[in-house]
C-alpha cells in the first residue's frame, strides 16, 4: 500500500507486468509512489507468477479477488484499476466479470494487448498490420516478448524434461539474448519441439497454423488470454489507454484496436512519441502528449468530488 502524505481523493489498484520482482521492482515502485504523490491511495498486489514471468489466465480471478476485497474495505472512491503491458489483457477480462464490474470506476492500460495471436506473431516474427486486412509491417521486435511467452507456457508442458528444458532455454536467452540454445533444442521431446518452432518461426503467415500444432490444452491458455473476442465495449466504466509509439515489445496497433473495440465515447488513447515499453525519451511533442494523458489521470481522479 502507497498512501498520499495529504487526504486521498482517489484509490487505484495498480497490476505489475510480467517483470522479475513484480511488484517490487523499482519502476514499479517509482510509479506507485508518484501516483500516491498525486493523492490515489495505491495498491500493488502480488499477482500469480508475474514476477517470475509468467502470465496465465487464472491472473484474472486473482485480480477479481482483489477488487472484491476493495469492494469490501471502505477506501477512498473513485476506484481505477490500473495494468501495465501483457497483465492489460487480464486486468481488461476481470473488469468485464459482473461481480466486480460495478467496483471500477476507471481502468488505465499501459503497452497492452489485444490480439493474443497478433502479438505472438510479432514477438517471433516482427511483423503486424497496422490495420485489419492491411500489408505486413516489419520493426525489430525485443526478444524479451517471445521468452515470456515460453516461460508463461512451459508450465503447461507435461512432459517434466520438455518443461525444464523449455524454462532453461528462456533463462539462458532473457540473460544474452545471444546465447546458442541449439544443443538445448536438441534435448525437446514433440511438445517441445512445436513451442520451439513457433518461437523460432520468421514467417508470419505461419504463426497460426504452427499455434494450432501446439497441444490442445495450451491452445485454450492462449485463448483465454486473447481479448478480441470479449465484449469490451460493454465495459461499464472509463477506460484511459497510454502506449508508447515505438514500443518493441508490444506494437501500438494493439491499443488503438482496443479503443476503437472500446468506443472512443468511453476509451481515451493516447500514442507517446519518444515512448517505447517501458522507457521514455519524449520529444516535445511527446512531453505535451504524456501531459495530457496525466491530466486525463486526474480528471478521472477527480470525478468523485
Not at 460495478?102 to 516474427?125: C, K, P
Not at 473476442?229 to 465495459?235: K, V
Amino acid at each position: 500500500m502507497y498512501r498520499p502524505g495529504e487526504a486521498a481523493t482517489a484509490s487505484l489498484i495498480l497490476i505489475p507486468g510480467a517483470v522479475q520482482g513484480g511488484r517490487r521492482h523499482p519502476r514499479l515502485v517509482d510509479l506507485a509512489r508518484t501516483l500516491s504523490r498525486a493523492r490515489f491511495v495505491v495498491a500493488v498486489p502480488q499477482i500469480g507468477e508475474l514476477q517470475g514471468l509468467q502470465v496465465r489466465a487464472d491472473d484474472a480471478s486473482e485480480i477479481v479477488a482483489v477488487l472484491e476485497r476493495f469492494g469490501r474495505d471502505s477506501y477512498e472512491r473513485p476506484l481505477g484499476l490500473m495494468a501495465v503491458s501483457y497483465t492489460v489483457g487480464p486486468a481488461l477480462i476481470a473488469a468485464t466479470r459482473p461481480e466486480v464490474a460495478s467496483e471500477i470506476d476507471f481502468f488505465v492500460g499501459i503497452g497492452g494487448y489485444d490480439d493474443v495471436v497478433d502479438l505472438i506473431r510479432f514477438a517471433t516474427t516482427g511483423y503486424y498490420r497496422a490495420e485489419s486486412g492491411g500489408q505486413w509491417r516489419w520493426r525489430r521486435p525485443n526478444p524479451y516478448g517471445k521468452w515470456v511467452f515460453v516461460l508463461s507456457n512451459a508450465q503447461r508442458v507435461r512432459d517434466a524434461e520438455d518443461r525444464r528444458t523449455l524454462e532453461a532455454m528462456a533463462w539462458r536467452k532473457l540473460e544474452d539474448p545471444s546465447a546458442d540454445t541449439a544443443g538445448l533444442a536438441e534435448q525437446l521431446g514433440s511438445v517441445g519441439s512445436a513451442v520451439y518452432r513457433l518461437i523460432t518461426n520468421d514467417d508470419p503467415e505461419r504463426v497460426a497454423a504452427l499455434i494450432d500444432e501446439l497441444p490442445r490444452h495450451i491452445r485454450q491458455s492462449i485463448d483465454a488470454l486473447d481479448l478480441d473476442q470479449r465484449p469490451l465495449h460493454q465495459l461499464p466504466t472509463q477506460v484511459l489507454l497510454v502506449h508508447g509509439r515505438e514500443d518493441n515489445i508490444i506494437p501500438p496497433t494493439h491499443s488503438q484496436r482496443l479503443a476503437e473495440r472500446i468506443g472512443r465515447d468511453q476509451a481515451d488513447l493516447y500514442l507517446i512519441d519518444g515512448m517505447s515499453h517501458v522507457g521514455t525519451r519524449p520529444s516535445l511533442l511527446g512531453k505535451l502528449q504524456m501531459w495530457q494523458a496525466v491530466y486525463r489521470l486526474l480528471e478521472l481522479r477527480d470525478a468523485g468530488d
